[in-house]
């Protein structure tokens, strides 16, 4: 009887001991959740964006260079433009940048700053969440993937390389066609939706649900792979997936060793992950605003760093170019290529963009690399309000580029 009682009382111990800790996991989660849920209210959202780690599990990126220091940039300080034009009327840069709630924005001409400010209390030192700015940065690490021959063509079906989306709508669908957004699959990317497939995959990121669990249960199509593009986030996902089975690496130790470490500047920064330490490839990157400008002028520099090539140039000059099909909406007029967009009438220019505002704006004529944060809400508004920002935006980037060099927009 002793015995017994001696384990039972162990038992009991045992139990509280897991009950306690379950009631942190859950009690973990449940603040996790009610912090998603006001990631994006007004009153939170600048501090927020650059506080992600607070709210989401992360995992850093290994940063040890392993090239020569570069250093900070050199600075050529010199007043903004006051005005642009878009749409045939004229408007105030500083203006329009504070109705933006722009966080950041930093301008580099021919690998010097020329311009940087930080707005709404942010500072330089803040990791700003990328937001799909995170998808240019993936194809950038697809592209030396492809370059070292670990994917052997864009024409494969990623299920060749992810056996688990056999049985999912990614089935026989191209690699070529996920990176233009052109899988077809079925997938609801309204923000404003609560039940939208976008929100709940929000919702299994907060609670450490699997990311690759998520993608694999998407089973309907929309359309036929290829023949219509349509934005839907998720395909960036699986394109992680492609290139985490045929690197043998997680996004951010290949991002740290093939791009981070050759470009570096020494400086921390993180990928937001599912709980599997699955890095949240479509939106998870957390920098500074510097260090965006750094990974644009790689794209400046055609893939070089240096002497050292580090993306294909290549790649560089497929990935940026119109390739993917027109979108499935109507009034959609920009373009698109391999994760990277194209303004609807271009001069070479190219962009990265996150939702709320975010841009790496490259403009390879001028010289230029215009970095921009930002939290504002009506970034995906309905209407022309919403559907127009964007190009606003890319309006302003070209009033900066022809104020800084001696390009002159085709259309000025």
Do not use: C
Request: cysteine-free.
């Amino acid at each position: 009887m002793k015995k017994i009682w001696k384990w039972s009382l162990r038992s009991v111990g045992a139990l509280v001991v897991l009950g306690a800790g379950a009631g942190l996991y859950y009690k973990d989660n449940i603040v996790r959740l009610l912090n998603v849920n006001s990631l994006f209210e007004a009153e939170n959202i600048v501090r927020n964006f650059s506080h992600m780690k607070d709210i989401f599990y992360f995992e850093p990126v290994p940063n040890k260079s392993t090239a020569p220091a570069e250093g900070e940039w050199a600075e050529a300080l010199s007043p903004m433009p006051e005005t642009y034009n878009f749409k045939d009327k004229s408007g105030k840069i500083e203006e329009r940048l504070a109705d933006f709630q722009t966080t950041s924005l930093l301008v580099l001409h021919k690998g010097q700053i020329v311009h940087e400010a930080y707005y709404l209390n942010t500072i330089k030192e803040d990791r700003r969440i990328s937001w799909s700015m995170a998808k240019s940065v993936l194809s950038a690490m697809f592209g030396i993937a492809v370059g070292e021959g670990k994917i052997a063509s864009l024409q494969d079906p990623v299920d060749k390389y992810v056996p688990a989306l056999k049985e999912s709508a990614y089935k026989g669908v191209t690699i070529r066609n996920v990176l233009n957004m052109a899988s077809g699959v079925k997938f609801n990317e309204n923000y404003l939706d609560f039940d939208s497939d976008i929100k709940r995959m929000g919702r299994v990121l907060a609670l450490g649900g699997s990311m690759d669990e998520f993608t694999a249960s998407i089973k309907e199509r929309e359309r036929e792979q290829g023949s219509k593009r349509q934005y839907v986030s998720i395909d960036t996902h699986v394109l992680g997936m492609v290139l985490r089975a045929a690197t043998g690496k997680s996004l951010p130790d290949y991002l740290g060793e093939k791009i981070w470490s050759k470009i570096g500047s020494g400086e921390d920064f993180y990928y937001l992950t599912d709980g599997f330490g699955v890095a949240f490839a479509l939106g998870g990157l957390n920098m500074r605003t510097r260090d965006y400008a750094r990974f644009g002028q790689l794209f400046l520099n055609k893939g070089k760093w240096g002497d050292e090539q580090i993306v294909p140039e290549e790649w560089v000059a497929e990935s940026t170019k119109v390739s993917a099909p027109h979108s499935s909406i109507d009034d959609d007029v920009l373009q698109y290529g391999y994760q990277w967009w194209m303004p609807p009438v271009t001069d070479e220019e190219y962009f990265a963009v996150g939702i709320y505002g975010q841009y790496i704006y490259i403009n390879p004529k001028a010289e230029i690399v215009v970095v921009k944060t930002a939290a504002n809400r009506e970034f995906r508004a309905d209407g022309e309000k919403g559907r127009s920002i964007k190009q606003e935006n890319i309006a302003i980037f070209r009033a900066i580029a022809e104020h800084y060099s001696d390009w002159k927009y085709p259309g000025s």
